[in-house]
Every structure is written in structure tokens, then in C-alpha cells.
């Protein structure tokens, strides 16, 4: 059995691949395998692969045709024979001592997963950046040193990022688990989060920054196109998660929230060409609630802006309607953002000259 089982979903990656794979097979921990699964590139990947898996034996190789990343990384796992598992992208880097350092610590303390931080590149500008969501200071503030689980964080669980590129597990307890990564949606890494965390009864936060994450136009989850209605069916699946662990009514109120605010946001982010998809399929969603059994409870748990966001959705004629609500909130709630900045400056600057 090898230490470390590395997985790598790849599709269209021949600009950073193998750059990323050098991540890896120059690790100081040369106990690994890197499983990658070519999901069905039509550029030169599965050769860049196919050329390292001729130069090192650790690297194996398989082929799919395209079923999405999380279904790539559904089937490496069932190849991985390590004792733990790392997940890397295909066009990211991460330190050549990170899996030396998180075998290690997960040996020592017998862990069923590390959490640990990342950076963020912009490729186009070439700068480093830092930001709450892959910091996770709060996390790691609250926790320190010691092993805890989902029990111990409260709310604070949804201050942990999703990514798997973050974290490190132990192989056998994942295939305990029984969790999956969703398949053919992006955003997919959240369903495999939830499961992990809800199953896992000792985890560790090592506050080191190992990994960096390359932003690019060509990234998947930064691309703003039709993909991005899945994170309707990925929030649905989400609360289906916490209903299945039995967490749900705990947290009704954030995922909630986090349901209608998040499906907002990625509306925002979207391309102009692809709004009118998203409206329609957000309509359906939301639609669906009128209906639904848990209606009153959900209308009752989520914030005014929440319910005015929701509300805008159900009852808007047609796409050309909703814009006008759409632009009209977002200009109030700039403005209001804005006001609350220049009062935070004024009161400072009066705090100065006391």
C-alpha cells in the first residue's frame, strides 16, 4: 500500500497540466501514486498524460468521455490504494512538502481529515491575493490545535471552504462514507463536503497555506456560462444532505438564506447571453416552494431580503420584469453598503481627533 493516493480530474488542462502534475510527482513524499482521469479532452492532455504515465510508474491513467469533474473523481477513487487521499486540479499548484507535512500530522494524530489553507492566483494580472473563504482564520482561530468534529463549530461550518483540494483524508474512511462527488454539475464538491464532514469524528485544522489556486478564464467555476444554473440542483442537494444527517432543522435557517442568496449571487455572476436561462430555471425553483409542504417554515426563517429576492422571482411576468426588480434592489442595497462604509470612515476619523 502506497501512502498517499492522488487523484486529478483532467479536461482541456494542456496550458497548466503538467506544471501541476511536476506538483506532485516532486513532492518530498515519493510514496504516492496520481491517478488522472481524462474526462474526455479534445486538446493534448490525455498525451501530456500519457507521457508522464511512460516516464513514472506511480502516475496511472484513465479515459472517460465527458461526464463532468465530479464523475472523474468518483472513478479515481474506486482505482485509489492509498492510505490517505489528495485531491489536486489539474491547473493549480500546491508545496512540494504538503504531502510529507499532512501525512505526518494525520498519521500522528489519527485524524479522519486536515483542513489547511490556500492561496489564490490571478494568472491574468500574475498576483497572489488571500480571502476569507480559503484563509478560514475563523475557523482556525476557534479550533487552535485540537481534534473536533461538526458538533464542535456550530454555525461556524459554513466557514469551512468545500474545495477537496484543501483538505486531506484518510482513503478508508472516505470509502466508509460512502460519499460522492455530484455528477455532471459544477460546483460539485459540495455534495462530497457534507457528507465528509457530517461522517467525520476527528478533524484537524493546520494553519498553513499549501496550495494555490489559479484563476483563469478557461476555470470552470469562474467562467460565469450556462454551467452555472447548477448551483440550483447543487443547493437543493445540499439541503437533501443535511436532511439525510439529520442536521437540518439546526441549520434550516442558514441553508435557507444560503439557498436563495447564493442562486442571487451566481445569478450576478452569470453572462449577460445566459440570464434569461438562469431566470427560467430559478423560476422553476422557486415555484416549486409555492407549493411545497415546508412553505410556511421556509417563508418564516429567511431574512427580509431573502424573502424580497425570493418574492421578486415567483412574481415577476417574465425575464424583462425581473431585470427592473433585479437592478433596482441591487442599486438600494449598494447604496446602503456605500452609506454604511462612509459612516464606518467617519466614526473612525472622529475617534482620531478625541
Not at 472516505?174 to 476527528?202: C, P, Y
Not at 447564493?262 to 423560476?283: A, C, H, I, N
Request: net charge negative; with cysteine.
Amino acid at each position: 500500500m502506497v501512502k498517499v493516493s492522488v487523484i486529478m480530474p483532467v479536461y482541456n488542462g494542456e496550458d497548466y497540466l503538467a506544471e501541476s502534475i511536476e506538483c506532485i510527482l516532486n513532492q518530498t513524499l515519493d510514496d504516492l501514486e496520481l491517478i488522472c482521469v481524462d474526462d474526455g479532452s479534445v486538446d493534448s492532455s490525455l498525451d501530456i498524460l500519457n507521457d508522464f504515465a511512460a516516464k513514472d510508474k506511480r502516475v496511472r491513467v484513465y479515459h472517460q468521455e465527458n461526464r463532468g469533474g465530479g464523475a472523474a473523481r468518483n472513478v479515481a477513487i474506486t482505482h485509489a490504494v492509498g492510505e490517505y487521499l489528495y485531491c489536486m486540479d489539474a491547473d493549480d499548484m500546491v508545496e512540494l512538502t504538503a504531502l510529507e507535512e499532512l501525512y505526518d500530522i494525520a498519521t500522528k494524530k489519527d485524524v479522519d481529515f486536515i483542513i489547511f489553507q490556500a492561496l489564490n492566483y490571478d494568472d491574468e494580472l500574475d498576483e497572489y491575493y488571500h480571502n476569507d473563504y480559503y484563509d478560514m482564520n475563523e475557523i482556525a482561530d476557534f479550533v487552535g490545535d485540537k481534534i473536533f468534529n461538526h458538533e464542535d463549530l456550530g454555525n461556524k461550518i459554513f466557514k469551512i471552504s468545500v474545495t477537496p483540494w484543501c483538505k486531506f483524508y484518510n482513503l478508508e474512511f472516505v470509502k466508509r462514507s460512502g460519499a460522492q462527488f455530484a455528477e455532471g454539475l459544477i460546483f460539485h464538491d459540495n455534495i462530497f463536503f457534507w457528507d465528509i464532514l457530517f461522517e467525520a469524528e476527528r478533524i484537524y485544522f493546520y494553519r498553513k497555506f499549501l496550495y494555490t489556486r489559479r484563476r483563469h478564464i478557461k476555470s470552470s467555476t469562474g467562467a460565469g456560462d450556462k454551467r452555472y444554473v447548477s448551483t440550483i440542483t447543487i443547493n437543493n442537494m445540499i439541503v437533501q444532505k443535511f436532511i439525510n444527517h439529520g442536521q437540518f432543522e439546526k441549520y434550516k435557517k442558514r441553508l435557507y438564506g444560503k439557498k436563495l442568496s447564493l442562486v442571487y449571487r451566481r445569478f450576478g455572476e452569470v453572462q449577460d447571453q445566459f440570464k434569461p436561462f438562469f431566470y427560467s430555471e430559478m423560476k422553476k425553483d422557486f415555484n416549486k416552494m409555492l407549493s411545497h409542504e415546508r412553505y410556511d417554515d421556509f417563508m418564516e426563517n429567511v431574512q427580509k431580503r431573502n424573502r424580497q429576492r425570493f418574492e421578486d422571482v415567483v412574481n415577476s411576468k417574465d425575464f424583462d420584469d425581473f431585470m427592473r426588480l433585479y437592478e433596482n434592489h441591487e442599486l438600494n442595497d449598494n447604496q446602503k453598503s456605500e452609506g454604511n462604509f462612509a459612516s464606518k470612515v467617519s466614526s473612525s476619523i472622529k475617534k482620531l481627533f478625541k
